[in-house]
């Protein structure tokens, strides 16, 4: 990976209790110097079954090399960000 021209960015969603938890990058945006990722994060309904093991989804992005990135659910609300 070539950082003079991509950078890295990666979300954490943090430690959960069981299985059925999971998150997927809807879009993202480009604007100056800033990428805005939209993520979707999805939780399991309850009285579903899953698995019965703590897990921790994430994700890891190649972007284009910005110096700013916002992590937004689909509605607009910031749930992360981070400038280099």
């Keep these: 990976m070539d950082f003079r021209n991509k950078s890295v960015a990666a ?5 959960k209790p069981t299985g059925g938890y999971s998150l997927g ?4 945006t480009y604007a100056g110097d800033a990428a805005r990722v939209v993520l979707t994060l ?3 309904r ?3 079954i ?3 093991a703590l897990t921790s989804p994430y994700v890891v ?3 284009n090399r ?7 659910d689909p509605s607009g609300r910031t749930l992360a ?3 280099e």
Excluded at 11 to 15: A, M, V
Excluded at 66 to 72: A, E, H, K, L, S
């Design 61 to 63: 992005l190649e972007l």
């Design 50 to 52: 899953v698995t019965q």
């Design 42 to 44: 999805t939780s399991p």
């Design 25 to 28: 990058v809807a879009g993202v």
């Design 11 to 15: 979300f954490f969603w943090g430690l």
């Design 66 to 72: 910005v110096r700013r990135v916002v992590f937004t």
């Design 46 to 48: 309850p009285g579903a």
């Design 81 to 83: 960000e981070d400038r």
